[in-house]
T-cell receptor, first 112, second 107 residues
Framework: DTAVSQTPKYLVTQMGNDKSIKCEQN?????MYWYKQDSKKFLKIMFSYNNKELIINETVPNRFSPKSPDKAHLNLHINSLELGDSAVYFCASLKEGGDEQFFGPGTRLTVL | GQSLEQPSEVTAVEGAIVQINCTYQ??????LSWYQQHDGGAPTFLSYNALDGLEETGRFSSFLSRSDSYGYLLLQELQMKDSASYFCAVKAGKSTFGDGTTLTVKP
């Protein structure tokens, strides 16, 4: 069973479009994250949710809107996509008091 | 804010030992983690140090000195499959990752 899953794995779209990426974890963890990894492999945190509540919102354009319908899911919606949004987006989860983040397989977003 | 520094690239030969250093500046420090990421893959957890000293897990060891705001990952008996990117990350309220060290293991 996959611990943290993301869909889709690849996403190719045109500038200006709106797209969503979904993340689900079956580990029973309370905290979930979205990270962006650019072409230089820098891994930057975007958002963190704990039990469906937003606790970290880094300096991310408001075109990015996370949503957590329940503590097992954290989705990322992106409006008006730009070329600079092209990257790999990783979802991760962490149990309460834990040290190990479990990462999903990533979603490679390409904006043309 | 938080900042971490680690070398961008390291090259070593099979069977050798390599050390990847990480220095950090942060407030409210809880611990230092290490993650491995192969090309095209996701980061996977290697180790976590909350206290000073060395933690050993098979061929990999991780060290932390809180007073020096410094840690390192030690990889022994290098294998080709160890070629990957290695990230240090501080746990301090939120997790911040370093920019990663690309390790290339040559035959």
């Amino acid at each position: 069973d996959t611990a943290v899953s993301q869909t889709p794995k690849y996403l190719v779209t045109q500038m200006g479009n709106d797209k969503s990426i979904k993340c689900e974890q079956n580990l029973g963890h309370d905290t979930m994250y979205w990270y962006k990894q650019d072409s230089k492999k820098f891994l930057k945190i975007m958002f963190s949710y704990n039990n469906k509540e937003l606790i970290i919102n880094e300096t991310v354009p408001n075109r990015f809107s996370p949503k957590s319908p329940d503590k097992a899911h954290l989705n990322l919606h992106i409006n008006s996509l730009e070329l600079g949004d092209s990257a790999v987006y990783f979802c991760a989860s962490l149990k309460e008091g834990g040290d190990e983040q479990f990462f999903g397989p990533g979603t490679r977003l390409t904006v043309l | 804010g938080q900042s971490l520094e680690q070398p961008s690239e390291v090259t070593a030969v099979e069977g050798a030992i390599v050390q990847i250093n990480c220095t950090y500046q942060t407030s409210g420090f809880y611990g230092l983690s290490w993650y491995q990421q192969h090309d095209g893959g996701a980061p996977t957890f290697l180790s976590y140090n909350a206290l000073d000293g060395l933690e050993e897990t098979g061929r990999f060891s991780s060290f932390l000195s809180r007073s020096d705001s410094y840690g390192y990952l030690l990889l022994q008996e290098l294998q080709m499959k160890d070629s990957a990117s290695y990230f240090c990350a501080v746990k301090a309220g939120k997790s911040t990752f370093g920019d990663g060290t690309t390790l290339t293991v040559k035959p």
